[in-house]
């Protein structure tokens, strides 16, 4: 399965070929936006870091509030970028045991993966959206030198796990409508 050209693996005839086509259109231009903008966030986040070795080091003038800064700005990089990763196969997996399966194992395991990380993903995404309710209700603020409400750090995650959701039940439904893979031969 190739991820960069899924409208190519699904065959014409097979029901709801219309509707994943969307779907994967869909995950597939959500998830490079979002990596797109993660890369921006990578690009400010090391302009605040240089900002503040700059004024640590040379102006002799510590600013206390970016190392908070960057920490959320973090975690809502790995969020913007799990869509992407997941869509193009590049999270970490270990296939000991199935590149010794025959090509119906394959696709089994592959099934096996992409329920499992749509249940993950679903438990995570509903608990963050509690989360982010809970802090805003509160009116939840952070303790350190930048005082935001919590909620908006939070609702990276909630982004994050509904990106994957999307993109891991697209990938589901292409590899049930799909059928064996007449290329995924045994090693």
Same mark, same amino acid.
């Given at each position: $399965? ?14 709801? /070929? ?11 231009? +959500?998830?490079? +936006? ?14 605040? *870091?240089?900002?503040?070795?700059? $004024? ?20 809502? *990089?790995? $969020?913007? %970028? #799990? ?5 193009? %196969? ?27 990380? *749509? +249940? ?18 509160? %009116? ?7 005082? #935001? ?8 995650? #909630?982004?994050? $796990? ?11 439904? +292409?590899?049930?409508?799909? /059928? ?8």
């Amino acid at each position: $399965m190739t991820p960069e050209s899924p409208q190519k693996e699904i065959p014409p005839g097979r029901p709801g /070929g219309i509707l994943l086509r969307a779907l994967e259109t869909l995950s597939r231009w +959500l998830a490079v +936006l979002a990596a797109g903008l993660g890369a921006l966030v990578v690009l400010g986040l090391t302009a605040l *870091i240089a900002y503040s070795v700059v $004024m640590r080091y040379l102006a002799n003038r510590p600013q206390t509030w970016t190392d908070e800064l960057a920490g959320y700005l973090m975690v809502l *990089i790995v $969020m913007l %970028g #799990v869509g992407e990763a997941a869509r193009r %196969g590049d999270h970490i997996g270990v296939d000991l045991v199935t590149r010794k399966l025959g090509p119906r194992g394959r696709r089994w395991a592959r099934i096996w993966g992409w329920s499992s990380t *749509i +249940l993950v993903a679903a438990v995570l995404f509903r608990s963050s959206l509690e989360m982010v309710a809970f802090s805003r209700m509160v %009116g939840l603020m952070s303790e350190g030198y930048v005082e #935001v409400p919590v909620w908006i750090p939070q609702s990276a995650l #909630v982004l994050g $796990m509904g990106l994957l959701l999307l993109v891991a039940a697209s990938r589901l439904l +292409l590899e049930l409508l799909r /059928g064996p893979d007449p290329d995924d031969e045994p090693s």
